[in-house]
């Protein structure tokens, strides 16, 4: 090998080597804080997951909330203190949601106590969910896919639904495939207000045979829970989002969660060989 070469290479080895430094991060821990998941579905009983966060170093999963009182109440006077039901979660016995009431919440344990309020809207119906081939045929698509699942069609699914006029409405909606959840999509009528609406359900993955089953319950939410959900999407990181933050609670008493009282209609297509052509 030429000197000259050999020269340049040690060199270059050296510069590596004064450049490397080795950089310490403090990172402080911070106070654990109680996280609520609160769900009031319409003709359906409350259930409310209440855990606390950890440490950024912390290395266990959540751990439950437990032995806390925990207060449903419509503006009506009905009241119910929540059955523990298991470690955390806890569940309503004889209320139910019913659309155009407002709900509120109350959890006590110790030196917390978390407040929250939600209106439930009427909930708006699916016309239709359409389910057909996709013209896409994806990357692991055909006879040389590596997993049998991926051999199977990708399918494309349209809700068709009427978008109530001179209201405004906010969507959570909950795509299952074969009865366990797969994806969730949030919309508005921003744009559609009282018009017939086609959504596409985007979806690269959504591989499936004749006899699956697709689900779609359409959530009525209200505009502080939508802002929550949307809020949570983009702290997770994204091209257009900002520096990671706590997401937009309607929560009292807590940084985290949310309490969602909400309208619902359900959908379930099975898939026929017909879909699939």
Known sequence: MDMKII??????????????EVIEI??????????????????????????????????????????????????LGNKEVLTETSTGIYKSLSLKGVAGRIYSINIKKGNDDILSRDSMPQAVKLNAIVVKKSQFMGPSFGPNATNPADSLPLVDVTLLYNDPANVVNYYRIVEY?????SAIYLDSDKFNNGKQVKKFLFSFDRRMAPGDTITV?????????????????????????????NPTSNLSGTRLGYFSAYGRHRLEVILTPEMLK
């Open 7 to 20: 020269v340049n290479i040690v060199f270059l080895l050296i510069l590596l080597h004064s450049c490397t």
């Open 177 to 181: 495939r074969n009865n366990k959840q």
């Open 217 to 245: 319950e359409m959530q009525s939410i209200s505009r502080a829970v939508f802002d929550y959900f949307y809020s949570f999407a983009t702290s997770r990181g994204g091209p257009s989002s900002g520096s990671p933050a």
């Open 26 to 75: 403090n990172i402080n821990d911070s106070e654990p804080q109680v996280v609520v998941e609160a769900e009031m579905p319409e003709s359906d009983f409350a259930k409310i997951k209440i855990t606390k966060s950890l440490n950024i170093n912390a290395l266990d999963s959540f751990p439950a909330f437990e032995n806390a009182e925990v207060t449903l109440q419509d503006n």
